[in-house]
């Protein structure tokens, strides 16, 4: 029997391993330019009604007098009293809770790691259900009714009712939903790889109305605040700047929050808060409040340990608050802000007349070790000088251990399209050329040479050479060790009993007969640990000669696709002008088509 590793399943008849292929060293490709920004001609839509009273997605919520937390490594919420400033209590909700919304004394909680929803009754503390509702569900928000989930593995928003926990739709939509905002009949939905905005009417069978672009090159857009005059949205989110074709780096990350004018129904740039030029170490701004008048604006940055106040009719900075550990939410609740401090298990109380914090509160105890505690803080941190000038950090490029889907010119060897982390310890050599041998060297490289901070190691470092760099520097260590740690999410492409649909099997036995000669993507690993010249293949700024064989693993999830990002899909890729990856001359549509299910599920 051949037990295909790493797919969750083993299949009872046995296929031969693909067949090797030896392509010669220089193989006549039709090269592909390198898409940057893509540019949309969108059809406008219709402008909405005030959207008064709206709720957000948000990764803590306050209710009467108990503050809610989701506590991401310990798998649990915590309810605060806020009179008396203690935990009430700490409730186990299972793997990888995001996000909480609540309806009355009920709070609904994602759970990442378990495609599911928990119901947690507040008053008694206890779990009522847990509800598997989607891939990798991560936003959440509640009316009366229902709640609404984004699911950022399946491209969904999953609408709950809360009181008989059935899933009772699930809407289409773009790729990676991520931050809700909802007002009456009106949902709107922020994406994580994109500026886009979606507008959804619920208020009887949920459709999507349509999208509209905030930001050309927005991302990390988690969270969505709308003013108490329901006009204007903001998203906190990343611009990447790649419509400028830069290859200087301070020219390619900007923290900024995004406006969008409702009653236009149209990016507002005049109203856009650019936060680096407010404050320069700004990185990752995670969540954001309005006071109650709507006059100030509270970001919290979550890669910089801080929180920062801006007067919303100046755009001006009004003071920058230090937190804890990468903070990830902020609650305005008259003068008083709470900030959720993931990294330390803590909450942040800080009075808004004063600016000054007047208490901190431990929530949970992070159950990680010391040295992969301190990695993923690391992996977060952009204020360190030893890891970056103050805007980037790993997890910009690398929200949840996965890729941006971008492809970055600032490379010094040519352009790279970013790769997923998860998983990728497991398979040396590092980089797409192949050229490093220990996870140490690519970290460290890139931290140098692309995030511009100091490096971690102390002394000489060269990336190419044989040098041993484990063992130089602890916080490298940690680093290293935290990376290594990242696990592959779950494939939405799998059955729920985590086997192949009929389509991906019939690809499967495709993929093992050897007839389109897959030989440098053999299983359990899925490559060969081979590098190949592409010549004749790659952008025309590239200088590396041969590139490392990239896994097939978790293709879902890492388009686009090739070391230079010139493939937006595998139909793309197996039918372009290219004999190492072309199979449109022998396979059917209906064989590709059964190709790609399979390739879409490993």
């Not at 509160?361 to 040295?371: C, S, Y």
Request: include cysteine; charged fraction near 15%; charge should be negative.
């Amino acid at each position: 029997m051949l037990c295909l590793l790493l797919l969750g399943a083993c299949v009872g008849e046995a296929f031969p391993t693909p067949t090797a292929t030896t392509y010669p060293p220089t193989v006549p490709v039709t090269p592909v330019p390198l898409l940057l920004t893509p540019i949309a001609t969108q059809a406008p839509l219709p402008a909405l009604p005030p959207l008064v009273n709206s709720r957000s997605s948000k990764a803590l919520a306050l209710v009467d007098d108990t503050l809610v937390t989701v506590n991401p490594d310990s798998d649990s919420i915590t309810l605060v009293d806020t009179h008396a400033l203690r935990v009430v209590s700490e409730i186990p909700v299972g793997g990888g809770p995001r996000m909480v919304a609540t309806r009355d004394r009920l709070a609904v909680v994602t759970l990442w790691t378990e495609n599911a929803v928990a119901l947690v009754d507040l008053d008694s503390g206890q779990v009522r259900r847990v509800e598997q509702v989607c891939a990798l569900p991560y936003g959440v928000v509640t009316d009366s009714r229902r709640a609404y989930v984004s699911c950022f593995g399946s491209d969904q928003i999953a609408v709950v009712d809360l009181d008989t926990t059935d899933v009772l739709y699930r809407v289409t939509v773009p790729d990676a939903p991520s931050g809700l905002a909802i007002s009456g009949t009106w949902l709107l939905v922020t994406y994580t790889y994109t500026g886009t905005l979606s507008v959804l009417n619920v208020e009887r069978t949920p459709f999507v109305v349509g999208s509209v672009t905030v930001d050309t090159d927005g991302e990390l857009s988690r969270t969505i605040l709308i003013t108490p005059d329901g006009a204007r949205a903001y998203i906190p989110q990343t611009r990447t700047g790649l419509a400028l074709i830069s290859t200087q780096y301070m020219q390619d990350w900007f923290p900024v929050v995004s406006a969008f004018d409702l009653t236009r129904m149209s990016g507002d740039r005049s109203a856009r808060l650019t936060l680096s030029t407010l404050d320069h170490d700004a990185n990752m701004p995670s969540d954001g409040a309005l006071s109650a008048d709507g006059n100030l604006m509270y970001v919290a940055l979550g890669g910089s340990d801080a929180v920062m106040a801006i007067d919303l009719a100046t755009r001006q900075l009004v003071t920058r608050i230090a937190v804890g550990a990468n903070p990830i939410g902020v609650w305005a609740a008259g003068e008083t802000l709470y900030v959720l401090n993931a990294l330390e298990g803590t909450v942040t109380v800080i009075d808004a007349e004063t600016n000054s914090v007047t208490a901190v509160i431990p929530v949970t105890t992070i159950p990680l070790g010391a040295e992969l505690l301190r990695g993923k803080v690391l992996f977060h941190r952009a204020t360190a000088p030893t890891m970056s000038d103050g805007v980037i950090s790993c997890a910009t490029c690398h929200f949840e251990g996965g890729a941006d889907g971008r492809t970055w010119i600032n490379f010094r060897s040519g352009p790279r399209n970013t790769a997923v982390l998860n998983g990728a310890a497991e398979l040396p050599p590092y980089n797409w050329a192949g050229d490093m041998t220990e996870l140490h060297d690519t970290i460290e490289d890139q931290i140098r040479y692309v995030m511009l901070g100091d490096g971690l190691i102390t002394g000489d470092f060269d990336a190419t050479v044989s040098t041993i760099d484990a063992g130089r520097s602890a916080d490298l260590d940690a680093l290293v060790a935290y990376v290594a740690s990242l696990e592959a999410w779950p494939n939405p492409n799998r059955l729920p009993d985590r086997g192949l649909s009929e389509s991906a099997r019939r690809g499967m036995e495709l993929f093992m007969s050897g007839t389109i000669g897959c030989g440098c993507h053999a299983p359990p690993q899925y490559t060969d640990l081979q590098a190949h010249n592409l010549a004749g293949s790659v952008f025309s700024l590239e200088i590396a000669p041969a590139f490392d064989t990239p896994t097939l693993r978790g293709l879902w999830a890492s388009a686009p696709y090739m070391h230079d990002g010139v493939v937006q899909s595998l139909p793309e890729l197996l039918t372009r002008t290219d004999p190492i990856h072309s199979v449109a001359d022998v396979l059917t549509p209906e064989q590709l088509a059964d190709l790609v299910a399979f390739l879409l599920s490993l």
